[in-house]
């Protein structure tokens, strides 16, 4: 799958593009059946809310078959390969739950922000692609965007370890206003197996969910390998150490695991 050159315009002009039907429903069912397993493990990797809800599991391509396909899914690496003009690595994997009625906000904030800051990142040549597995609805905490804010490089930004159990280097209100005064502010939303990428420095948030519909969204994010982390400080399950290219598999890897999946469990 490679993008257009209207895609290509948009995605330089915006900062974000959705790509819908990229992946089949029984592709989405198995993921989205191994997501809700992962989230009621116990390991270190699966972060909770407050109330102990599942908030974000970390690193599921590692150990876990179906994730491991869709981190080298063509239609996920093929397009940011040509975006970035070289090869890939996986320098974080998340499974982000917002589940129905716990599932807490995320803070206006840049991810490239984090990624220079904590993790010794030199570029933001790393971007995150992101599956539904749910249905994002305007009103179940869709990721908010502000167009254009990627052209402001990288924000002064205040590391928020309290609001959320999650610390983020997020921006402050000001901040904020003035973009979304520039840009607005946009919700994509879409069915299962629409794929939204962003750009390291699109500022975004999400709020919380307090309707009974879940919020699953998958996140790779992909970096160019030549622009590989220096000074990571957080766990290698967040931000990974591995810098070996990804190679892709077949296009129906992952439609083949799911078949067998589903024949086995019927
Ligand atoms: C993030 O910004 O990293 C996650 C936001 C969300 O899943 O709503
Ligand atoms: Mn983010």
Redesign the pocket.
């Known amino acids: 799958m490679t993008l257009t050159p209207t895609q290509l315009k948009a995605f330089d002009e915006q900062g974000y593009l959705f790509l819908p039907d990229c992946f089949a429903a029984d592709e989405v069912a198995v993921l989205r059946a191994e997501a809700e397993r992962i989230y009621q493990s116990d390991r270190q990797e699966v972060w909770r809310e407050k109330s102990g809800a599942p908030r974000t599991a970390f690193a599921a391509h590692t150990y876990n078959q179906a994730f491991r396909l869709l981190g080298a899914h063509p239609r996920l690496i093929a397009p940011v390969e040509q975006l970035f003009g070289e090869q890939l690595y996986m320098h974080q994997f998340?499974i982000?739950a917002?589940a129905p009625f716990d599932g807490e906000l995320?803070q206006w904030?840049q991810?490239y922000g984090t990624w220079a800051r904590d993790d010794g990142m030199p570029e933001p040549r790393a971007m995150n692609i992101s599956v539904f597995l749910d249905e994002v609805l305007p009103i179940n905490?869709p990721?908010m965007f502000i167009p254009r804010s990627h052209k402001q490089g990288t924000l002064a930004a205040g590391h928020d370890t309290t609001t959320t159990s999650y610390p983020l280097w997020t921006l402050d209100h000001e901040t904020v206003k003035r973009l979304a005064d520039e840009g607005g502010i946009v919700a994509p939303t879409g069915k299962p197996g629409g794929v939204l990428l962003f750009h390291g420095n699109l500022v975004?948030?999400?709020t919380a969910n307090i309707t009974p519909y879940g919020r699953i969204?998958v996140?790779l994010t992909l970096c160019a390998v030549s622009n590989h982390i220096r000074k990571p400080t957080r766990p290698d399950w967040i931000a990974h150490r591995d810098f070996t290219p990804i190679v892709p598999v077949a296009d129906d890897a992952l439609l083949q695991y799911a078949r067998r999946y589903k024949t086995a469990a019927e």
């Open positions: 998340k982000n917002k995320w904030h991810d905490g990721l975004h948030g999400s969204i996140y």
